[in-house]
């Protein structure tokens, strides 16, 4: 099933379930809990992000190719950092290049994103896509300067501006992906292809992810996971390619689809 998050013709946040054909229906009932296809037609308006999250976990340097592009070794174990849920945007609103805390090196990144659908802990990786809801695109937005220059030799500053975390179009629910980890994953920027990849490059695949993450953590449901973006980022490019006020920049995986977002400068 796609769960699809948006605005009723009324403006009021509703859940839908979009069908092949581009159709929507009405689902009744809590993410989390069940939801029921009442089968009533709707006219979904304006998407939102397809929930707002409890918590964004992310994932550094998970993909090979993305190490060897930049130089760094393997790393032992995932690197973890962290994301507000107030960086969340929605497919079609705009990317917010900083102004008034300035950046001028903010790079898309492409990722799939796991949404954890009950509380977890100290699972183990055999058990662990059982406690997966569904998989949606998110593009790991990045200010380089704030995350490598003046960020206190920890990321999160660089990571979680707002619109940072752009989110959609909506979830794709685990049983319609079987094997997340074979799934092809691309950004494009302007027209021209920037990143374009398979998620069995990915060094923890998503089972380990979550084994880690949920040892001796509770991971509430609703936990996005955001699982690390293949090579071609813009600062490894030569010259570093960044993003600009009217470029638009998408994020399409296999399977489940596009989330495409505009460049602005904040005002």
Known sequence: MKIVRCLDAAGTAQWACR????SATRLEGDLFGSLRDTGEQMTTGSLLAPLVPSAILCVGLNYRQHAVETGVPLPKFPVLFMKTPTAVQRPGGPI????????????????????????????????????????TCVNDV????????????????????????PLGPW???????????????????????????R??????????????????????PGTVILTGTPQGV????????????????????????????????EV
């Open 19 to 22: 069908h092949p054909d581009g």
């Open 96 to 135: 917010v290049l900083p102004r008034h805390l300035r950046s001028t090196e903010v790079d898309y990144e492409c990722e799939l994103a796991v949404v954890i659908g009950k509380t977890c802990k100290n699972v183990s990786r055999d058990a662990a896509l059982d406690y997966v809801l569904g998989y």
């Open 142 to 165: 990045s200010a380089r300067d704030w995350q490598t220059q003046w960020g206190g030799s920890q990321w999160c500053r660089g990571k979680t501006f707002d619109t940072f975390c």
């Open 171 to 197: 979830i794709v629910t685990a049983d319609e992906i079987p094997d997340p980890n074979d799934l092809r994953i691309r950004t494009i920027l302007n027209g021209t292809v920037m990143q374009d990849c």
């Open 199 to 220: 998620t069995n490059d990915m060094i923890f695949d998503i089972p380990a992810l979550i084994e880690f993450f949920s040892g001796s953590t509770t991971l509430a």
């Open 234 to 265: 813009g600062y490894a490019r030569t010259p570093p390619v960044y993003l600009q006020a009217g470029d638009t920049v998408t994020v399409e995986i296999e399977r489940i689809g596009e989330l495409t977002n505009p460049v602005e400068q």
